[in-house]
């Protein structure tokens, strides 16, 4: 990876969209960009705003939406974002057809919570659809340094069959919901257990976009639910998976 006096000027705020960090966004703040990693459930612009307003930041400096996949609690307010901030939606193409709402995602529980919230219809909660800007195909990676961030996105499967994930110069990782953490995604103790997400496509094809982010020196990884793991943790939950 490119090492240099930029890189460690990146800085990574976490936005809580639900209580003690159940479900996190993301602004990436480089030299020369700032960024947004998913939007949270509808209705979520508000604490947006606030997490902006707290770095001295608006809207219009938001230079990329970066949307992981297309489940509700991850992209249900990046219609809204985009047209508050004029910034162009980047995503993968084997997640499109869901952005727009033309087709229902599939949904695969990994235990109690994602059966939970099938039953109750959470998941299945309708957002306001959107055509992303920029679409990544196959596994192309996309570069952010034009829009002033040191780093790129990748196509990292296995949660859904577009799921993306940020790869920063500066050893650091934002993975959506490759892996999660503590108890209840989150919640008040074992902050730095790693867990399955409620929903889970391919936990092999997971276990191995981990296991290349590791090999190739990540050192900390951001969740879209629960708290940051380091590299120790994440190797671990790679065993579990290949056990699966």
Known sequence: MRKGDSVNHTHIVRIPILPMHMLNAHLIIGPDGCLLMDSGIPGSENKIAAALSKVNRGWKDIKLIISTHAHMDHAGSTAMIRELSDAPIVAHQDDAMYYNQEEQMTYCPTGIAGRYLLK??????????????KLISNDQSFDL??????GKIRHTPGH??????????????LVGD???????MGGICRKNRPIRPPFEDNPQQVAYELQQMVDAGY????????????????LQHIQKLRRL
């Open 120 to 133: 109750r219809g959470i998941a299945l909660r309708p957002y306001v659809g959107f055509i992303p800007d």
């Open 178 to 184: 490759l892996v999660a953490s503590g108890i209840l």
């Open 160 to 173: 859904t069959a577009g799921s993306l994930s940020v790869e920063l110069d500066s050893s650091e990782a």
């Open 145 to 150: 340094h034009p829009y002033g961030v040191p």
């Open 219 to 234: 050192e900390t990884f951001y969740l879209g639910h629960g708290w940051p793991l380091g590299r120790d943790a994440v």
